[in-house]
């Protein structure tokens, strides 16, 4: 029987599940990564990494900056943010990470500086994204 996150979060207090998809490379590897959520402990801080469900699929994409009523959110290999995220669209938040038997410090300085820097470097990493696709458009 297929179970539900809500409910795995409810009754184990945590997730532990490999990833899917490549909207949060290079921070995770598709299919490749294992990540452990937990249940959201109050507001979410900016650069925290969010599990949300939008429709009937679940994400898991980076907090980019905290509002008044909600977050705006991204993944960091995505070029657009998604606006309107409330604390009911919050699952958990990404707590551990390990690649293969390795856990990355989500904690240490090297994690931080990446963040940040890839954070920064969004508007460079949007208009060389947008590039590739009209020089790809052209192409055909």
Do not use: F
């Not at 907090?63 to 009911?88: A, M």
Request: with cysteine; proline share 4%; charged share 30%.
């Amino acid at each position: 029987m297929k179970h539900k996150i809500e409910e795995i979060l409810q009754k184990e207090g945590c997730l532990v599940t490999t990833t899917a998809g490549v909207s949060m490379y290079p921070m995770l590897r598709n299919r490749r990564d294992t990540v452990v959520v937990r249940p959201a402990a109050g507001r979410l801080k900016k650069y925290d990494v969010a599990l949300y469900k939008r429709g009937e699929s679940y994400v898991l994409h980076r907090v980019v900056k905290v509002l008044p009523d909600g977050y705006v959110i991204c993944g960091d290999n995505c070029l657009n943010r998604e606006y309107n995220i409330t604390e009911e669209n919050i699952l958990g938040v990404l707590t551990e990470c390990y690649r293969g038997e390795k856990k990355l410090n989500l904690e240490g300085w090297p994690y931080r500086i990446y963040v940040r820097l890839w954070c920064a470097a969004y508007p460079l990493r949007y208009g060389w994204k947008k590039v590739r696709m009209m020089a790809g458009r052209r192409r055909k």
